[in-house]
């Protein structure tokens, strides 16, 4: 069976420019979350998806960070404008719906110059 | 405090035991889990443990569990080279989704 499947692996671009990242989690996991992980830190949740619905978004910086989870399937995390200070790996993970256990994706590490 | 605490850093030999530590923040968080990340990859799932249990054994790992003391271990026997990761432990405080990780213990096994 396949695990959660997160795109790109890596991402280099510059201050201002906008970035996406996509995660597909494993079938059958109907909770999906994004996590940002900071360098020598634990990864802390950005927002949390039931099907389509995001239920928690109490961490993500709306101002500049946006989420999409349209079928209830693959999720896409957006960056618009990316700054320094978000250079970071972007951590997917799914669950069943009692989230008794979080499988992660191989995350995203992006680099801002 | 809202922090979950662990030591950073972990040295052992090959073939020794391995005993990381966690202090976490809620006596009642439900789950408690152990997750190993190699360099470059993801966080994968080592084991978990339910908090009306004090000790799980899954083949080499060890899961002790004080909540009194809110003390989470992980033991590994036999430590291996390739156990040689970063080892985050976790808590899922009731009512939520949420896990709340650690900073990660390094250990590294040496030949």
């Known amino acids: 069976e396949a695990g959660v499947v997160q795109s790109p692996r890596y991402k280099i671009i510059e201050k201002k420019q906008p970035v996406a990242f996509w995660c597909n989690p494993i079938?059958?996991?109907?909770?999906l979350y994004w996590y940002l992980q900071n360098l020598g830190q634990g990864p802390e949740l950005l927002i949390r998806y039931e099907n389509e619905e995001a239920v928690d978004d109490s961490q993500l910086p709306k101002d500049r960070f946006s989420a999409e989870r349209l079928k209830g399937v693959d999720s896409t995390l957006k960056i618009q404008p990316a700054e320094l200070g978000d250079s970071a790996v972007y951590l997917c993970a799914s669950s069943t719906s009692t989230g008794e256990t979080q499988y992660f994706g191989p995350g995203t590490r992006l680099l801002v110059l | 405090g809202e922090d979950v605490e662990q030591s950073l850093f972990l040295s052992v030999r090959e073939g020794d035991s391995s005993v990381i530590n966690c202090t976490y923040t809620d006596s009642s968080s439900t789950y408690l889990y152990w997750y190993k990340q190699e360099p470059g990859a993801g966080l994968q799932l080592l084991t978990y443990?339910?908090?009306?249990?004090d000790m799980k054994q899954d083949q080499r790992l060890t899961v002790l569990l004080n909540k009194k003391d809110k003390h989470l271990s992980l033991r590994i026997a036999d430590t291996q080279t390739g156990d040689s990761a970063i080892y985050f432990c976790?808590?899922?405080?009731?009512?939520?989704?949420?896990?709340?990780f650690g900073t990660g213990t390094r250990l590294k096994v040496l030949a």
């Open positions: 976790a808590e899922r405080p009731p009512g939520t989704y949420k896990y709340i």
């Open positions: 443990i339910f908090s009306n249990m």
């Open positions: 079938s059958g996991h109907n909770t």
